[in-house]
């Protein structure tokens, strides 16, 4: 689709190119760039045009959620491409109509392709950058080490598999972050939206195969790259596929008026920064937050019972239900994780006092109360259940027991290791 001036475009391109002109702002804007004002006032206009259009058009009964859940793939998602659809559909009929004696749309090309391409951007170094400093995929959580395998969902499967390995992950951050930076400069836009297609493309398939929520979401960043591509579509495959030589792009200046050309400069350092700076200072921040857990969060680790004694006498009761307790993990702030000898998990709200030594347990409206001393890897947990005296014995975990943790990275291996 590289174009030259005064071109006559087919019929199929032009409506092609007016619905990308419609629907592309509609989805950047229903979503993107939350954070400049306005931007998420039109996000929750076009929510609540979905949600009518769910309710009365489709007849969905119940509510449609639209609050902010981690998933891209909610019914409220689905609706709003449909809606997005319909409206660009419309909206690239009407100016076929009033504009059907347009040539080309040259002039439009150069703006919605940087959209396009800051879209890119945004979207991409945000991505990238939690992966390079490792937040999007932390190491697993320690509840994870004691869940069976079989137990654990394709996401979680997913997220332990990243988890695991540091420079895996890195690896695939920088993959993300090399095109966002390509994408910032005409001369490199197609470089980078090629990488962007081959490593979006693995991330679509990931989130297919995985049943990762995104789904939607990545598909669009693979076909906004391939919008980026299909204007240099011709030269890319005479080089690439058909050996022949292709000329090089005449990439005229957009501004001649010097006060535009720097009003340009300093809104696109402007953006940049405005990506770059809060991205990289909020992750790091997280990724500090992570790192200081073993020293941050008292009792950290795993605890896995050793006596459990009501007045006097060994039970198998645990703290809040009648089966028994296994483990109890301490591993982020304000909760604590509780495993039974079913291996069934409960997620608990934990007040730890170091000072008075005191623990507070919380599941649902019951709380129990417990003073405690930790020797060593030895931890006891004295309280009472029913007016009865409650003693609770437990043990540190070593974490080096875990063939995963201790197996580590050997440039030797005389036969495969895989167990």
């Not at 702002?25 to 229903?30: A, D, E, L, R, T």
């Not at 004696?101 to 392709?113: C, G």
């Not at 005229?252 to 770059?276: E, M, N, Q």
Request: proline fraction near 5%; hydrophobic fraction near 45%.
């Amino acid at each position: 689709m590289q174009t030259v001036a005064n071109e006559q475009w087919s019929s199929s391109k032009k409506f092609f190119f007016r619905f990308a002109c419609i629907y592309i702002p509609i989805y950047v804007f229903s979503d993107a760039f939350t954070f400049i004002g306005g931007f998420n006032q039109i996000g929750q206009l076009l929510n609540s045009l979905g949600v009518w259009f769910g309710t009365e058009i489709l007849g969905i009964q119940g509510p449609i959620n639209t609050r902010f859940t981690g998933s891209g793939d909610r019914t409220i998602d689905y609706i709003n491409l449909l809606v997005f659809n319909l409206l660009a559909l419309f909206g690239s009929a009407v100016w076929s109509v009033l504009d059907r004696n347009r040539n080309h749309y040259e002039n439009l090309v150069y703006w919605i392709r940087l959209l396009v391409r800051y879209y890119l951007f945004a979207v991409l170094f945000s991505y990238g950058i939690v992966k390079v400093i490792k937040t999007q995929f932390p190491f697993p959580d320690l509840w994870r080490f004691l869940q069976p395998f079989g137990d654990s969902s394709p996401m979680g499967l997913a997220w332990t598999f990243m988890g695991y390995s540091k420079p895996y992950t890195f690896f695939a951050g920088l993959m993300e972050i090399v095109p966002a930076l390509l994408l910032l400069f005409r001369k490199t836009t197609s470089l980078g939206a090629l990488l962007s297609v081959g490593v979006m493309t693995n991330v679509v398939v990931m989130n297919f195969s995985y049943d990762i929520p995104v789904k939607l979401f990545s598909i669009h960043i693979v076909l906004f790259s391939l919008f980026l591509l299909a204007f240099d579509g011709k030269r890319i495959l005479n080089f690439l596929l058909f050996n022949k030589s292709v000329p090089a792009l005449d990439l005229k200046p957009v501004f001649t008026d010097k006060r535009h050309r720097y009003g340009a400069l300093i809104f696109k350092i402007l953006f940049i920064a405005s990506i770059i700076i809060p991205n990289t200072v909020n992750t790091w921040s997280w990724y500090q937050q992570l790192q200081d857990r073993p020293e941050s969060v008292p009792l950290y680790g795993i605890w896995e019972v050793e006596e459990f004694l009501e007045n006097g006498k060994p039970v198998t009761a645990p703290v809040t239900d009648d089966e028994g307790l296994q483990y109890l993990i301490f591993e982020q702030p304000g909760s604590a994780v509780l495993i039974r000898t079913g291996l069934d998990r409960d997620q608990l709200n934990a007040q730890v006092d170091t000072t008075n030594q005191t623990i507070t347990l919380n599941l649902q409206d019951e709380s129990t109360f417990f003073s405690y001393e930790k020797t060593d890897s030895v931890l006891v947990l004295t309280g009472e259940r029913e007016d009865e005296p409650l003693t609770i014995t437990l043990h540190a975990f070593d974490l080096d027991n875990f063939r995963l943790i201790d197996r580590g990275f050997n440039w030797i291996n005389e036969f495969p290791y895989n167990r």
